[in-house]
């Protein structure tokens, strides 16, 4: 047997715990049956308990909230503005939209377990919690307008049938609908708009008293406001069929082909704001109808609401949803045909109630359904919106709704004062001809996201899409989304640009101030498969210069430097950012965890969260690695073999100077630091060394003065490349960049400066070009001209101390090499040209006196990184880096690589 706690951590939903205080040991399943283990059969009869079926849980909702307010008191006055032919084509055009969203929700509904939100879950979790959100919120908001909707409908109703309960005095109207003015009264009067709003919040007063009361109660009553509207249909139909024989209206012809005839075409004209024809106020159109009819089909998601009280979700909801809107749409077509027949055009727009007055046998019948109806329909309004507010907020995407949150088995009471009094604010509008377009608008954007959703979904196919409803397409979904986005422009424009941007100001909300949650949206499944199809487009051969973007490879903590909750230096962020144009681009931070993996495991894990932290807190777009090696150097080897794909590969490894290699903690570091740089020339990756991290500017730090440039070998225009990156960011974009050329002879600076003048012009580069004369080791030992090093008392002490120290270092390696003889395996010191050493300190002393020289005031100084030297020791490489980089504050030591990064070619 399958472990039914097994299959709810699949879907992600956790055991439910006991509610009685018996032990959980109670719940454990083994594989005895039913009759064997009383802890399943609880189990199975607690998820069984109150579940419903097709047609109870979703046809009788959605059939109820479809035949609602609108049949009653609006659509024989629609026909009689519309016509016959108009309004066949309204409804057609209305109810295809549903249908085609129908479509879409089914597809989503039948695509796994659904949780509670209904719309807002389904379109959360295809285009993710900002998506969601912003469109739940606005679908909350076209659900508690709706019930002031139903509300004020019910009030309407109320007052027609008992005029003697009016508070105000009615308001009059003059007809000018007639042809004569014996064939009508010559005036008609209405409720007052003030009565409305009396009765109104009456209404919305009870109906909260029985939301309090909660979902147990309603769902008791429920069958008490559906019973009413099937009898009212039957009287309605009955009515008609023997309208003429018990009628005393004139307007009533009973069935009549001349009367179809006359209700054929259309009426459009001005009313005013009860809706009564007037000369002037408010002129409606077949868009405006549109608005107006809209909500009369917005009942398709009453099923998908209850989607946690039915027993087959996957089965309850395209079946109940798809015949309900068949019904209800063959009901509103043969309605058409049928008032169009029997009452004049005359009758079709004074009479407000012309369902109750042509009913059999006596009106009352249809008052008292329309008043229950609209009332139950308002109830699964409040009823359904608060716990679509409490579902939003139980996701803790928006901090600011945690008040309304509310656990699963308890009422959300916050969320529905709030609704009811977003309720009651319209109710005292007062105005149902008003409030209708606004909750259209709301429902459509809800539809349109439905549709958007099941479109992405079909178009990625990606493997979880695997519905169990067949019958749709990504085509249809399209379809259905731009009809959405047509019926809104075509209601109102204003109200359409005003539902959009109020989603967009939630969807911005979100993005700022939400917590982001992966539900495993449409949109990551695009990203993924857009980056696949770029990656394989970009293939593997090397891009042209054009093309080519940085892709730095930082590596955090070679050094063992920083303590070890310290995932990396706080300004190695900053300083990737500044090797991105405008921040673009992807960043890969690498940190080696040594030791085996086995035991290595759980900690590089923590150690690779931690570093993703960081890399979010300081607003940088890049990934983080950390990889398990016996030590630093194999790591580093295994990092720049197996890091990236294709062309995504990282083409430039940036790292910290070890300033503490001298140290006893640092006595590995000058071989660590040698085999990376070596590591990195053998994978063809350039490399970056920042000596002065700690003085490195943050991001609002601004720095003025020049970007010196020492190029001294070809990198491929790399260092030209990373100063202009550096100038377009803000802390330095006030700085100048200088190119200094060393020339061995004077000879040669004129023709040099106008060689690079010429490269710098053809590459679109504003640079000033400076060349200096450096003699070379040779020149300098014929003229034994030391003394002509700038500073030449401390340039001399440098050069002094260092051939010491690595004097010493080498007599300590000779020892340690003596003392450990009698090992094959160790490897002799190689012997180190003592000129070689002399030209190496003396080439660096006399470079690093020439930027004192020039760049002392210079914000950053970029330098040629000299590669290390073959049979030199580490420990020599060193000390030659140490007086290059001696007493200069920031400097980046750029080592390119064989292909060009720049080109003069457009």
Not at 87 to 111: K, Q, W
Not at 376 to 400: F, H
Not at 402 to 409: E, I, L, S, V
Not at 612 to 635: F, L, M, Q, R
């Amino acid at each position: 047997m399958v472990d039914v706690r097994g299959l709810k951590s699949m879907g992600g939903q956790q055991n439910a715990m006991p509610h009685s205080p018996r032990d959980p040991e109670d719940y454990s399943m083994d594989d005895a049956g039913p009759s064997d283990n009383p802890g399943y059969v609880s189990l199975f009869i607690e998820t069984q308990i109150g579940k419903m079926g097709t047609l109870m849980g979703v046809f009788v909702p959605c059939f109820q909230n479809i035949m609602g307010i609108i049949f009653y008191i609006r659509f024989t006055w629609i026909i009689g503005i519309a016509g016959v032919w108009n309004s066949l084509l309204l409804v057609c055009f209305c109810c295809f939209c549903t249908f085609l969203t129908a479509i879409s929700l089914s597809a989503i509904a039948t695509n796994g377990a659904m949780k509670g939100g209904g719309p807002y879950y389904l379109i959360g979790r295809a285009l993710g919690p900002e998506v969601g959100v912003s469109i739940g919120l606005c679908f909350f908001l076209g659900n508690a307008v709706a019930g002031a909707m139903y509300i004020l409908g019910a009030v309407e109703t109320f007052l027609d049938a008992i005029p003697a309960a009016d508070i105000f005095r009615r308001t009059t109207t003059d007809l000018y609908v007639a042809p004569s003015p014996s064939a009508v009264p010559e005036v008609l009067q209405s409720p007052s708009i003030h009565d409305l709003q009396v009765y109104g919040l009456i209404f919305t007063a009870v109906l909260c008293v029985i939301v309090f009361g909660g979902v147990k109660i309603i769902n008791r009553v429920s069958p008490a406001f559906l019973m009413p509207v099937i009898l009212s249909l039957f009287c309605i139909f009955i009515g008609i069929f023997t309208a003429g024989r018990h009628s005393d209206s004139t307007g009533i012809t009973g069935l009549k082909a001349s009367t179809l005839r006359e209700n054929l075409g259309s009426r459009y004209q001005y009313t005013n704001d009860a809706g009564i024809p007037a000369r002037t106020g408010y002129y409606w159109d077949f868009e405006s109808l549109l608005g107006l009819f809209f909500p009369a089909v917005t009942g398709i998601m009453a099923g998908s609401n209850r989607s946690g009280s039915l027993k087959d979700t996957q089965r309850s909801i395209p079946r109940g949803t798809l015949s309900a809107i068949a019904a209800t749409a063959t009901i509103y077509l043969v309605s058409i045909i049928m008032f169009g027949a029997v009452a004049t055009r005359n009758e079709l727009l004074t009479d407000r109630l012309l369902t109750a007055t042509i009913a059999w046998p006596v009106p009352w019948v249809v008052q008292i359904a329309i008043v229950l109806s609209t009332l139950g329909a308002a109830l699964q309004s409040l009823t359904g919106a608060p716990r679509l507010l409490a579902a939003i907020a139980n996701d803790d995407i928006i901090p600011v709704l945690k008040y309304f949150k509310a656990p699963d088995d308890e009422e959300p009471y916050y969320a529905t004062i709030f609704t009811i009094f977003i309720c009651a604010g319209c109710v005292v509008l007062g105005n149902l001809d008003l409030i209708s377009p606004v909750t259209t608008m709301f429902f459509l954007l809800c539809y349109g996201g439905v549709n958007l959703s099941c479109f992405l979904l079909d178009l990625l196919d990606a493997p979880s899409w695997r519905p169990r409803f067949k019958f749709h397409h990504w085509s249809l979904s399209l379809l259905g989304a731009i009809i959405c986005i047509t019926i809104m422009f075509m209601i109102s424009f204003v109200f359409t640009i005003v539902a959009l941007a109020l989603a967009a100001l939630l969807y911005w909300y979100v993005s700022i101030k939400g917590k982001g949650g992966d539900w495993g949206d449409g949109f990551k499944s695009a990203y993924f498969q857009l980056a696949l199809r770029s990656l394989r487009s970009l293939g593997a051969t090397p891009v042209h210069p054009k093309n080519w973007y940085p892709i730095p490879l930082i590596f955090c903590k070679p050094w063992g430097i920083l303590p070890s909750d310290v995932p990396c230096h706080p300004k190695l962020a900053d300083f990737a950012n500044c090797m991105k144009k405008k921040g673009r681009g992807m960043s890969i931070f690498a940190s080696i965890v040594e030791g085996d993996y086995e035991e290595e495991a759980e900690e590089s894990r923590v150690a690779c969260q931690l570093l993703s932290t960081y890399i979010d807190h300081k607003k940088c777009e890049g990934v983080a690695e950390v990889v398990v090696a016996p030590n630093i150097v194999e790591g580093f080897r295994l990092i720049v073999q197996a890091m990236g794909l294709a062309n995504l590969k990282p083409n430039i490894v940036c790292m910290r100077y070890p300033e503490i290699w001298r140290e006893q903690r640092g006595s590995n570091i000058p071989e660590n630091f040698v085999s990376i740089i070596n590591d990195c020339s053998l994978s063809n990756k350039a490399v970056v060394i920042v000596k002065g991290l700690d003085e490195w500017p943050g991001e609002f730090q601004k720095h003025y003065g020049t970007i010196d440039l020492y190029w001294i070998v070809r990198d491929g225009g790399l260092m030209l490349l990373l100063s202009q990156l550096l100038r377009a960011k803000d802390c330095f974009e006030s700085c100048k960049i200088q190119v200094f050329c060393i020339a061995e002879k004077d000879s040669e600076a004129v023709e040099l400066k106008t060689d690079v003048k010429k490269f710098l012009y053809d590459l679109r580069m504003q640079a000033d070009v400076i060349v200096v004369t450096m003699k070379s080791w040779e020149d300098h030992r014929e003229d034994a001209q030391v003394a002509e090093i700038p500073g030449r008392d401390e340039a001399m002490e440098n050069f002094s101390k260092a051939r010491k120290r690595i004097a010493q270092q080498t007599l300590e390696s000779l020892k340690r090499t003596g003392s450990s003889s009698n090992n094959p395996s160790e490897s002799a010191v190689p012997a180190v040209d003592e000129q070689q050493v002399n030209k190496f300190l003396y080439t660096c002393l006399k470079l690093n006196s020439i930027i004192m020289r020039y760049s002392g005031p210079a914000a950053v100084v970029l330098v040629s990184l000299p590669p290390p030297p073959q049979h030199h020791p580490a420990y020599c490489y060193m000390e030659y880096i140490d007086l290059l980089v001696a007493n200069i504050p920031r400097m980046l030591m750029v080592r390119g690589y064989s292909r060009d990064v720049v080109t003069i070619f457009t």
